[in-house]
């Protein structure tokens, strides 16, 4: 089951260190195991399963664990936000499960059950045909993520029959119409125009009707803001939520911006140096927030909804390095509250705990000591 | 267009002012130059006639105005008794041989073109190919022996190549005894059967050369956000770099290719000299070693002449493929 | 370090001669074309900007891409040359000073960039590079260069010993940090900072706001913060220049722009701000603006905000409206004000005020 692929560099993979030995198997989307997220119990298969997926680099500089072991669990109709730093591992989780790494220079482990077919290590064309079909992705910059000598109806054009046996007619009335549906202008005109002779939020909604003109049940955003101005971004949010509810498929956020996960997500999960620190419903991580590294990014934002503080709360030091990763919780030499968990922040990796329903947290810290420093000293300067 | 028209004007006027203002400032008098014109029985008389035919007394910018006039409409010329038209566009003619420069220029044309085309279309397919093989295959067994092999070929000067080939291919191995140029209208398959080993050994440095642009500019282009949009949309892998990463990676060989191949018009001395055609290239060196400004002239203009109209033809077909060319 | 501790009270916008002041400012970038570079057309990228910041204030510069704020932060550096209108430093005319003429002032006017990756001299060491200033403008120091770099690497929250290292073993906010202290290095008046953090992650972001905050203080730093985020904006300015299009549509201090925003375009500025609470999601009313910022090559007639505007009526795309004080501190430039005093509703006769409060329920507009 884990397995890269038909990656050469992989012969020694008895010894990989990587491979589960005796993870869960789950059977057609049956979730074992992991605890599962999702705020509706009662549906045992999740439409995209994670489990325990680990994206590993091998550079001159030695090994970076990009994604060092991700579970969760989302449902169709749903949005859930990935949110981290640049380093985080948000990106290259979202291209692992996309298929997108290339297998001679990423090592991936783990599971991928996409509407309960396995992808990691899945015939390389099986997930070839899901892309662009079933799952479908958008980049943060449509400048560079469109082809500058192709027009924008070309590319969608493109997009369309890779999928669908259809005349190329037919397509192209199809992009026309996706156009139209994410509010260009003139699309009969706008569609045999180039990426450069759009305006980023064009570009960015030109982008959005190429990932969604096959009909995703599954579609990823990776930053898809981040490059546009906010009355702009304003728009592109409101448009993705529009299609979610419309299309009735899965969303994944993934972006630096807690507001903007604010504005869509159902669900959250805050990734911090390869690993998942908290996850939780939207509402439960924002109101309630239990990892250190949550406080230290929402004291980090300035908040206009909020009384203006004097100073900002934000987290010491710097991300760390992903070859050397610090031991026991990633977090831990950046964390204010090491003292109070008696050296193990230092030598045991924090287990991803249920903490309460529908939350779960990777934290040593006790309970009490917890909802104290929440209430007493995190919250009031928030 | 005008540009191009402009650009010809100024190389025109350059060169003239190389071979005529130049010796004058080093020292040298229109009398020496009239000499060199009327040969080996030189008598003041005649130098006199030829100064005065050749105008070589009047002030320099009618001079080059002459020029200028005999390229675009022709020009008389009388060396003594004879007199004889020179139809444009006139070149003059060759001081050693009394022969009018340009009929024997466009004789040679279709020597060089020939060569160079051929070699061009050789270069292209080889170097594209291997660029974008050892791009995608990029640390392989192939990489490394093909970009080996390319830095060899790059170091290799074409007259190298050209004698190894000729040893081994005609005086050796018997293949080709002796290669000569048959004009394809004579001939079609002798024609490209005896360009056999002139192609490859002009190829040889160019394809090269091309390979390593080639792999550079696809592995540039591979680690592009639209490779890895064309691939989200779940193209194949072949088709991506087909249509989505070699045609952006093939922008700027174009513009080089259009550089190199004007220029191998003007003349592919070297390869020309060691397969001895008579290509515009051999026709300069004459020139150059018996100080035959006429045929010197008429060649920098020709090869002038096709290097504009390639730089020109390369800006247009930029345009064709880059469309953000077209609208800026 | 500081030297002198006058505190000057914020708001001091009346009476007290500003620091800096902008009159009329102008910058258009000509357009060219074919051989012969005639011109075309012009970027009209700063048309006629006024400003003014008061010692030890810090104005924040908002807007979208494209609206001239850039422009407008090297225009006040003079590192771009005005085509028009008048900057005064300290009362002096500084708008068609020389490059020489302006040496001795680069001590006073600094200016911090975005990138933290590309401003920095890859070859230099922080050393060189915090050093350099000392060495351009010739300035004898107490205890010697070095001394002082190091000192200045310890006020911006790196560690001293790190002198002699190269730009590239730093972090992004570390890079940042080099910048400021490199602009900090003459001890300078004013400080003009083009998105000081909006390269950098989230968590060192507010690093910088807090340490530009704490550099203000301690120095008696008056900052010119140009930036999109209307948050950090929010965070780290005494008062506030919203601008669209070449042009400032709205001026006040900061309670009062971001509690009573007159401008329409501020008020949509707000509402698209994502705010961090899900719970607000459904309760919020957005103002979505419709259509993307217009060209500044080709800008609209009258108010240039009239296209998108959902207020804008025929007035509005003939004539241009000025920007005039609607109350105390607060100038705005529209036809229609909103939250505006009911004096100012005189003032502006087609003005049709709103009475609810804050930014967000406002005139929602479909798109």
Known sequence: MSTAGSDPLRKDSDRDPLRKEDGPAPSAGATVGEPVLTARPDTAEAFLAVRDLKIHFNTDDGLVRSVDGISFDLQRGRTLGIVGESGSGKSVTSLGIMGLHRTAKARISGEVWLDGEELIGADPDRVRRLRGMKMAMIFQDPLSAMHPYYTVGAQIVEACRVHQDVSKQVARKRAIEMLDRVGIPEPHQRVADYPHQFSGGMRQRAMIAMALVNNPELLIADEPTTALDVTVQAQILDLIRDLQKEFGSAVIMITHDLGVVAELADDLLV??????????????????????????LL????????????????????PPSLINVPSGC?????????????????????????????????CHLGEQDRDRIWTEEIAPKL | ????????????????????????????????????????????????????????????????????KAIAVGANYKFGPDASVCHAPCFGYSFKSHIEVWPELKSRIPVTLSLAIGAAVIWVISGVAIGVLSALKRGSFFDRLSMGVAL?????PTFFTGMLALGFFQYNWHIWDNVQFVPISDDPFQWAWNLVLPWCSLAFLYS???????????????????????????????RVVAKHGLRAALTPIVTIFGMDFGLLIGGAVITENVFSFKGIGAYAVDGIRDNDLPIVLGVTMVAAFFIIMCSLLVDLLYAAIDPRVRYS | MPQEDVKIPQQSTAGAEPLLRVTGLVKHFPITKGMLRRQV???????????QVAAG??????????????????????????????????????????????????????????????SLNPRHTIGTIVGAPFKLQKVATESGVKKEVQNLLELVGLNPEHYNRYPHEFSGGQRQRIGIARALALKPKLVVADEPVSALDVSIQAQVVNLLDDLQSELGLTYVIIAHDLSVIRHVSDRIAVMYLGKVVEVADREALYGQPMHPYTNALLSAVPVPDPKRRTARQRILLTGDVPSPINPPSGCRFHTRCWKATEVCSTQEPPLIALATGHEVACHHPENAPAKAQEKNAQGKGAENGPAIGNQPTDL
């Open chain 1, 330 to 362: 990633a977090f831990h030499p950046r964390c204010p509250y090491v003292g109070l968990n008696g050296g193990s922040s230092e030598t045991i990796v924090p287990e991803l705990r249920e903490t309460a329903a529908g939350h779960w947290s990777a």
């Open chain 2, 208 to 238: 090269a050369l091309y390979a390593r642009l080639t792999r550079a500019g696809m592995l540039e282009t591979m680690g592009e956000d639209y490779i890895r949009t064309a691939r989200a949309k779940g193209l194949r892998e072949s």
């Open chain 3, 57 to 118: 204030q810090t104005l924040g510069v908002v807007g979208e891409s494209g609206c001239g704020k850039s422009t407008m932060g090297r225009l006040i550096t003079r590192l771009l040359e005005p085509t028009g209108g008048k900057i005064e430093f300290q009362g002096r005319d500084i708008t068609h000073l020389s490059v020489g003429e302006m040496r001795p002032l680069r001590r006073d006017v600094q200016m911090i960039f975005q990138d933290p990756y590309s």
């Open chain 1, 299 to 318: 004291g980090s934002m300035p908040r206009m909804d909020r009384e203006r503080t004097e100073r900002l709360n934000p987290v010491k030091g710097a």
């Open chain 3, 41 to 51: 057309g012009a970027v009209q990228a700063v048309d006629g900007i006024d400003l």
């Open chain 1, 271 to 296: 990734m911090y140096a390869g690993r998942c620190v908290e996850r939780g419903t939207a509402e439960k991580v924002f109101t309630e927030p239990q990892h250190p590294y949550t406080w230290g």
């Open chain 2, 152 to 156: 060899a070929g790059v170091s290799l």
């Open chain 2, 1 to 68: 267009m005008i540009a191009a028209l402009l650009l010809l004007l100024v190389v025109s006027a350059v060169t003239f002012a190389i071979f005529f203002l130049l010796p004058r400032l080093g020292g040298q008098t229109t009398t020496q130059l009239a000499t060199q014109y009327v040969g080996k029985d030189a008598n003041p008389e005649s130098i006199a006639a030829v100064k005065k035919n050749l105008g070589f007394d009047l002030p320099l910018y009618e001079q080059y105005w002459h020029f200028i």
